[in-house]
């Protein structure tokens, strides 16, 4: 009989890892935060190795930024890091498009297709955390449509970022059906194969996403000088 292989249980690292990486992207730990080692083992139940292990990774990965005078925290981009973020997003999923339009760009529409009438259902039942998540699998379609392994690798940091820029951006109604509109048209143009409308929709697409979560920086920022922000570091 076929026998199957025993699946390696995940180290207290990579459980660590995961765990402060979903609570940065969901929202539950707020960006610009201090992070406390001792506050983190104590919350997961684990010793301080594993979570400094997966504090480090997530400083390589853009997540955390540590200073040796103000400590650990989640990063807070200003307005000019934003911009390059933006920036950078446009230049990688425009190429990635490009290459789509000569290669999966059937596969790449059905998977579109199921991902946008997933949205169309969770806006429908005002899910607007399924929604988010969804958009980002909107977004990977395409990178991952370009069928080049670097180009994949080089976008997953890019992508968490923009996933915890989506859980605190997308929470206005009038947004998320402005988003979900974009999506509705990048799909037809994908289905219709018109390249040019679809690496141009996309860019404008993704410079209006651009707008919003900058407005909502400014927001955060005034919010927090008056004293209003959401302080989280208090849960860690």
Not at 56 to 75: A, H, K, M, N, Y
Request: proline share 2%; hydrophobic share 40%; with cysteine.
């Amino acid at each position: 009989m076929a026998i199957e292989r025993i699946k390696r249980a995940p180290s207290l690292y990579e459980m660590a890892l995961q765990a402060i990486r979903t609570a940065i992207v969901d929202g539950t730990i707020e960006l610009g935060e201090h992070l406390s080692e001792a506050k983190l083992s104590a919350r997961f139940g684990i010793s301080k190795t594993p979570v400094r292990e997966a504090v480090q990774e997530l400083r390589r990965e853009g997540l955390v930024q540590i200073d040796p005078q103000s400590g650990t925290r989640v990063f807070m981009p200003t307005e000019h890091e934003l911009a390059d973020l933006f920036d950078m997003r446009i230049l990688m999923e425009k190429g990635a498009s490009q290459r789509l339009f000569n290669g999966r760009r059937d596969m790449t529409s059905r998977s579109m297709a199921a991902i946008v009438a997933n949205m169309e259902g969770r806006v429908a039942r005002e899910d607007y955390s399924g929604y988010r998540q969804l958009d980002s699998d909107f977004h990977k379609c395409i990178i991952s449509g370009s069928e080049n392994r670097l180009i994949e690798q080089a976008y997953e940091p890019l992508s968490t970022k923009i996933d915890a820029l989506r859980s605190r951006g997308l929470k206005s109604t009038h947004v998320v059906h402005k988003s979900l509109a974009f999506h509705m048209r990048l799909l037809r143009l994908l289905q219709d194969g018109d390249e040019a409308g679809f690496i141009n929709g996309l860019e404008m697409h993704i410079r209006n996403s651009h707008t919003d979560y900058l407005n909502w920086l400014i927001h955060a920022e005034e919010a927090k000088k008056s004293g209003k922000a959401d302080t989280i570091g208090s849960q860690q």
